[in-house]
C-alpha cells in the first residue's frame, strides 16, 4: 500500500517534473536535428558543455540568464562542428556523433582542469530558484509540481508548444520537415538542403547544451564530472517513443522521469528487501518496455542518417 | 503547326550553349547546344543513357556543368543554382518525383516560396492560389491531400502544379509518360496543349517515338552525350529519328524454326503459398523443352511473381512435383537452381538483380563467388574473376567506364547487359528470362532479344516473362497466359494474335483490376 501512496504525494509529482525539465529540453533538441534528417549523438557530450558553460559563467560572475545564454551557444558551436562533418561533407552520422560526445565531454573536463585546479569538491553557485504561480501553484497534487517550478521548467513547457508550433506551422518547419523526409524535393524548390539541416542542427544542440545547463543551474547548484550520467541517451530513445513528435515525447520525458521518481521512493519502502541496483534500473528497463511497444509504428523521417549530396547520382 | 516564319520571330525563351559534364571518366553530355522559343515544345529525344536528364538536370542546376553557359530570356544564369533556375522562370517535372510523401499537396506546393523565417505560413492563401490555378489549366488536385496517398497520375499534377505556382515559363518534363497509363498520358498531352497556348515553353524528354511526335514543334536527338540530329518534327518521321537515337537501323530478329528437345524443366500441378504474394500458383503445370522459348502473357500481379520465385529457388513448392530433366530436387534454394543450370534475369534488375554499391567484377561473380573457379580455400581469385568480367563486358557490348565502377553508375540497358552476361556466358540450360526488357530503348531491347534467341537455339529452354505481349508473340514458340494464378492450354506460335491473347488475360482477372470485360 505504501507503494502506491508515493502516487499521492505532492513531492513526488515535484521530482517527476523537475527530473523531466533537462530531458525535455534536450529531447526537443534532439527531435529538431532528426527531423532534419541528422542523428546528433553528441547529444550527452553537448549536455556536458552546457552544465559546465552555463555554471561556470554564473560561478565567474554572470547573471543566470547569461550562463543559460553562454550555454547555449557553446552547444551550438559544438553542434556546428557535428553538423558540417555529417551535412556538408556527408560523414557517417553515428561515428561522427560519438566523436562529438566524446570531444565535448573531454574538453569540458580539461577546461574544468585549467580554471579550477585548486578545487576538491566543485564550488557552489546560487542556482535559478522556484517561481511559484499565484493561485495556479495552490491546486492540490499538482499545483506544486506543475507552478512551483523555476522559471527554466516553464521555458521548457513553453519550448514543447514552440516547436511544434515552428514544425507545423512556419515555412522553415515545412522546411526542416521536407529536408527529413526527401532532401531532394527541398533542392528542386531553390532551398539549401545543407542551410536548413545545419541550422536545424545547431538550434537543436543549443537546446541540448540548455538541457544539461538545467541540471547545473536549476536541479543542483554545482558541476561534478559524469553528471549527466547518459540522460543524453534517454533522449535518443524518447524522440522514438515520442515518434518524433512533440507532443509525444513531452509525455514521454514525463512518464520516465515519474519512473525515476518513483523508483527513489520506493527504495525507501521496499529497500531493505530489494537491492537498490534493482530501482536504478528499473526507468530504464521500463523506457525499454515502452519503447518496444510505441515504436512498432513509428514514423521515422525517411531521410534521417542519410547524407544528401548534391549533384551525386 | 506553327510556320517556320512565325518560329523565326518568336523570341528565345532558352539558349544552352556548350554544355559538357562528366563523371568520372564518362562524359554524359558533350558539347551540347540547345534552344527553345517562347510557346514552343522540344522533344528531347534519346536512348537511355544518351545524356538526356543529366542536360536537365544541368539546366536545373541540380548539377554543375564542367563547361557551357545558360541563358534563360536573354539572361546568363548561375550554374549550379537551382534556386537560380526557379527564379529565371523554370520549372521541372523530375522522373523520380521530387515530392515529399508524408507532406500533402499545399505544403509540397508552397514549400521554398515563403520567406524561411516567416512566423505563420499563409496555408489559406495559399490554398486558394492553387485551386485557382488548377481549376484554370485543368489539373485537378486536392490541396490538403497527403501526397503518398495520390495515383502516380495525381502527383504528377502536383509536380506541374508546383511549377505554375511559381510562374515557371519553361517546363521540362523528364519523360512524363513514363509512370502513366495511356489515358494518363492523353490527359498530359492536353494540359500541355492547353498550356503552351498560354505561352509556356517546353522541353520533353522521350525516348518513345510517337510521343515525340504528337506532342513536339521540334525535336532535338542526343546519343552518347552529343546532339546528333534537330528536326523540325512535321517534316521527319519516326523511322528517320529512330535511326537517328540509335545510329543503326534496327532490324527485325530473324526467328528460324525450333528444334525440339527434351523437356528440361517440368512442372506438375504445382501449388504455392508465399506468404507476402497476392496471387500464388494453384494447380500450374508447365513443360519447357530444350530449344524453344515459352512465352507467358499476362496481367502483372497473375501469379507471374510465384512462378518466377520458384524457379529461381527462392520458394519451395507446396503441391505437386517439379523435375528437372526428370530429376526431382531434394532441396530447393537459389544455390541449387544455380548449380542446375537455370539462369535467372530478374524482374527488378537494380534490386534484385544486381547490388547498385558494388563493383561491376563483384556483380559478376555474385551468383559463383564460392565455386572452385573464383575462389580457393575461402580466398577469391581476383584474377578469375576480373577475367570472367572482361570477357562479359566484351562478348555482351556493356559500357562501363572499368570493372570496378559501382553498377548503379550504370544506365539501364547496361546493367541489363551485364546480367545477360553473367548468365548466358555459362551457357545454361534453362533460362527464367522475367521482363528482360522493361524500360529498355530500342537499342537495347533489339540486343536483349538477339541474345535470348541465339541461346534458344543453342539449346536452351527459355521462359519468357512479359507484360509487353508484342514482345511475347514476337519471341515465343509457345505461349501461354497466366491468370489469378493458373495457366491457360498452351498454343503454338501464330495461333494467337493480341486480341485473342488480351482476352485470355483479362477473363479471369479480379474484378477490382479488370479494364474491360472481353468476353
Not at chain 2, 468 to 496: A, C, H
Amino acid at each position: 500500500m505504501e507503494a502506491l501512496e508515493i502516487l499521492l504525494s505532492a513531492s513526488f509529482w515535484i521530482a517527476t517534473i523537475r527530473i523531466a525539465s533537462p530531458l525535455i529540453f534536450a529531447t526537443m533538441g534532439e527531435l529538431l536535428c532528426e527531423r532534419a534528417g541528422v542523428l546528433n549523438l553528441g547529444i550527452e557530450g553537448i549536455m556536458t558543455a552546457g552544465a559546465f558553460a552555463g555554471w561556470y559563467t554564473v560561478y565567474a560572475g554572470g547573471d543566470l540568464w547569461l550562463g543559460v545564454a553562454i550555454a547555449a551557444l557553446t552547444g551550438m558551436m559544438f553542434g556546428l562542428i557535428h553538423g558540417f562533418l555529417t551535412v556538408p561533407l556527408g560523414l557517417s552520422q553515428h561515428v561522427t556523433g560519438i566523436g562529438t560526445t566524446l570531444l565535448a565531454t573531454s574538453i569540458t573536463y580539461f577546461i574544468y582542469r585549467v580554471l579550477l585546479p585548486q578545487e576538491t569538491s566543485p564550488p557552489k553557485i546560487d542556482p535559478f530558484a522556484p517561481l511559484p504561480i499565484p493561485f495556479l501553484s495552490e491546486i492540490p497534487l499538482i499545483g506544486q509540481a506543475l507552478f512551483a517550478q523555476t522559471p527554466l521548467t516553464y521555458l521548457a513547457f513553453i519550448l514543447v508548444g514552440t516547436i511544434a508550433w515552428i514544425l507545423n506551422r512556419t515555412p522553415a518547419g515545412t522546411a526542416i520537415r521536407a529536408v527529413g523526409e526527401n532532401p531532394a524535393a527541398v533542392e528542386s524548390q531553390g532551398i539549401s538542403v545543407t542551410l536548413v539541416r545545419m541550422s536545424a542542427v545547431a538550434v537543436g544542440s543549443a537546446l541540448m547544451a540548455v538541457g544539461g545547463a538545467f541540471l547545473t543551474m536549476s536541479a543542483f547548484n554545482s558541476f561534478f564530472f559524469e553528471m549527466i550520467n547518459g540522460r543524453g541517451w534517454v533522449c535518443i530513445a524518447l524522440v522514438v517513443f515520442g515518434s518524433w513528435k512533440p507532443g509525444k515525447a513531452l509525455l514521454g520525458a514525463i512518464l520516465f522521469a515519474a519512473f525515476d521518481a518513483y523508483q527513489v521512493r520506493l527504495q525507501s519502502v521496499v529497500g531493505n528487501v530489494v537491492p537498490y541496483q534493482v530501482f536504478l534500473m528499473m526507468p530504464y528497463v521500463l523506457s525499454i518496455l515502452a519503447l518496444i511497444v510505441m515504436s512498432r509504428r513509428a514514423g521515422y523521417p525517411k531521410a534521417l542518417m542519410i547524407p544528401y549530396l548534391k549533384g551525386e547520382r | 503547326m506553327i510556320s517556320n516564319k512565325i518560329e523565326e520571330r518568336r523570341d528565345l525563351a532558352l539558349r544552352l550553349t556548350r554544355i559538357t559534364k562528366r563523371f568520372g571518366t564518362l562524359t554524359a553530355n558533350d558539347n551540347v547546344d540547345l534552344s527553345l522559343h517562347e510557346g514552343e515544345v522540344v522533344a528531347l529525344l534519346g536512348e537511355n543513357g544518351a545524356g538526356k536528364t543529366t542536360l536537365m538536370n544541368i539546366l536545373f542546376g541540380h548539377y554543375l556543368a564542367d563547361q557551357g553557359e545558360i541563358e534563360v530570356f536573354g539572361k546568363s544564369i548561375p550554374k549550379g543554382d537551382p534556386r537560380a533556375a526557379l527564379d529565371s522562370g523554370i520549372g521541372m517535372v523530375h522522373q523520380h518525383f521530387a515530392l515529399v510523401e508524408e507532406m500533402n499537396v499545399l505544403e509540397n506546393i508552397v514549400l521554398g516560396t515563403e520567406n524561411l523565417l516567416a512566423i505563420k505560413s499563409q496555408k489559406n492563401t495559399a490554398r486558394e492560389k492553387i485551386r485557382d490555378l488548377s481549376s484554370s489549366v485543368g489539373l485537378d488536385v486536392n490541396p490538403d491531400a497527403i501526397v503518398g496517398s495520390l495515383s502516380v497520375g495525381e502527383k504528377q499534377r502536383v509536380e506541374i502544379l508546383k511549377a505554375l505556382y511559381r510562374g515557371a515559363r519553361i517546363l521540362i518534363l523528364d519523360e512524363p509518360t513514363a509512370v502513366l497509363t495511356p489515358f494518363e498520358a492523353e490527359k498530359l498531352f492536353a494540359t500541355l496543349k492547353v498550356l503552351v497556348s498560354d505561352g509556356l515553353s517546353a522541353i520533353f524528354i522521350s525516348h518513345k517515338l510517337n510521343e515525340a511526335m504528337e506532342i513536339s514543334d521540334r525535336v532535338v536527338v542526343l546519343r552518347k552525350g552529343r546532339v546528333v540530329g534537330e528536326k523540325i518534327t512535321r517534316d521527319s518521321n519516326p523511322e528517320e529519328l529512330s535511326s537517328l537515337m540509335v545510329g543503326a537501323e534496327i532490324e527485325a530478329p530473324d526467328i528460324s524454326d525450333p528444334v525440339l528437345g527434351e523437356v528440361a524443366l517440368e512442372l506438375e500441378n504445382i501449388s504455392t503459398s508465399i506468404p507476402e504474394m497476392r496471387i500464388n500458383l494453384r494447380k500450374v503445370s508447365l513443360r519447357l523443352n530444350c530449344g524453344k522459348i515459352t512465352g507467358l502473357a499476362g496481367v502483372s500481379g497473375n501469379g507471374q511473381a510465384a512462378l518466377a520465385s520458384l524457379i529461381s529457388g527462392t520458394t519451395q513448392v507446396k503441391e505437386g512435383t517439379m523435375r528437372i530433366f526428370g530429376e526431382i530436387p531434394e532441396r530447393w534454394s537459389p544455390k541449387v537452381a544455380i548449380s542446375k543450370s537455370i539462369a535467372r534475369i530478374p524482374e527488378d534488375r537494380l534490386h534484385t538483380g544486381m547490388i547498385g554499391d558494388m563493383s561491376v567484377v563483384e556483380n559478376i561473380i555474385s551468383e559463383k563467388y564460392w565455386t572452385d573457379r573464383f575462389s580457393r580455400f575461402g580466398f577469391l581469385t581476383r584474377q578469375a574473376s576480373e577475367d570472367f568480367s572482361r570477357e562479359v563486358i566484351k562478348n555482351y557490348d556493356v559500357k562501363c567506364p572499368s570493372i570496378e565502377t559501382p553498377v548503379r553508375l550504370l544506365s539501364g540497358g547496361n546493367i541489363q547487359k551485364l546480367i545477360l552476361g553473367r548468365v548466358l556466358d555459362e551457357s545454361p540450360l534453362i533460362i527464367l528470362a522475367n521482363q528482360p526488357t522493361r524500360g529498355l530503348d530500342v537499342g537495347a531491347v533489339a540486343y536483349v532479344h538477339s541474345q535470348l534467341l541465339k541461346a534458344r537455339d543453342r539449346g536452351a529452354a527459355i521462359l519468357l516473362i512479359s507484360d509487353d505481349l508484342e514482345e511475347i508473340l514476337q519471341l515465343s514458340d509457345r505461349i501461354s497466359v497466366i491468370s489469378n494464378g493458373r495457366l491457360s492450354k498452351i498454343t503454338r506460335r501464330g495461333e494467337l494474335g493480341v486480341k485473342e491473347l488480351g482476352a485470355l488475360m483479362t477473363r479471369h482477372v479480379p474484378s477490382s483490376e479488370r479494364l474491360n470485360d472481353a468476353a
